[in-house]
């Protein structure tokens, strides 16, 4: 079985410029999570969607970061602008659904943002 | 979601059992209490989870004491490999004011030495 796929794995910016991240989920994961990830700390959820549709987005800058999930498969992060404290490691997650539990998380590899 | 305290850092010799302890005295009833670990530039990896007795599985086991206020992450033969952070977290089933999300804390580092 395949993994959760990110690209890029690296990326450098300017601050003020912008920046997309991708996330292909595991096939047949009907729910897809993005996290922000900053040095020394743990991941913290930034969105969830189910399907196409947004579950919970109450931690994500809305004025800078957005996020979609067309089709409800891939997805993409985007950054506009960045500023250096989006400086971290953006990981995607996604999981199954049973019952009244989520499933387990599986994580991609993360992008890791640098912005200067 | 429950707040949970873990140590900042662990150290287990290679071969031995790591014990790694987890208080959630705070947790409510229909609260999970799950594992993940976090290899250095990888992403987080499930572990375990459980909701009132002991779990074991091709990994570990957890241990959660009868009044599930703590639990205990056994590693039964420690590897190098095993040398990463570890979250524990509490959850929520899914329900109308719950997604099931995770909430991740600064973990416990463990370090297995030869």
């Known amino acids: 079985e395949a993994g959760v796929a990110q690209s890029p794995r690296y990326k450098i910016i300017e601050k003020r410029q912008s920046v997309a991240f991708w996330c292909n989920p595991i096939s047949g994961h009907a729910t897809l999570y993005w996290y922000q990830q900053i040095l020394g700390q743990g991941p913290k959820l930034l969105i969830q969607f189910q399907n196409n549709g947004v579950v919970d987005d109450s931690q994500l800058p809305k004025d800078r970061f957005s996020a979609e999930r067309l089709k409800g498969v891939d997805s993409t992060l985007k950054i506009q602008p960045a500023k250096l404290e989006d400086s971290a490691v953006y990981l995607c997650a996604s999981s199954s659904r049973s019952g009244l539990l989520v499933g387990e998380q599986y994580f991609g590899p993360g992008t890791r943002l640098t912005v200067t | 979601d429950a707040k949970t305290t873990q140590p900042t850092s662990m150290d287990c010799a290679e071969g031995r059992a790591a014990n790694l302890p987890c208080n959630h005295s705070t947790i409510s009833g229909n609260e999970y209490v799950y594992w993940y670990r976090q290899i250095h530039s990888q992403g987080p990896q499930y572990i375990i989870h459980g909701l009132k007795n002991n779990e074991t599985n091709e990994m570990a086991s957890l241990i959660i004491t ?3 206020k703590s639990s205990t992450l056994i590693l039964p033969h420690a590897t190098l490999r095993d040398t990463a ?14 997604t099931g999300k995770l909430i991740f804390g600064q973990g416990t580092t463990l370090q297995v030495k030869p």
């Open chain 2, 66 to 68: 009868e009044d599930r």
């Open chain 2, 85 to 98: 952070v570890y979250y524990c977290i509490v959850r929520l089933p899914i329900g109308s004011s719950n």
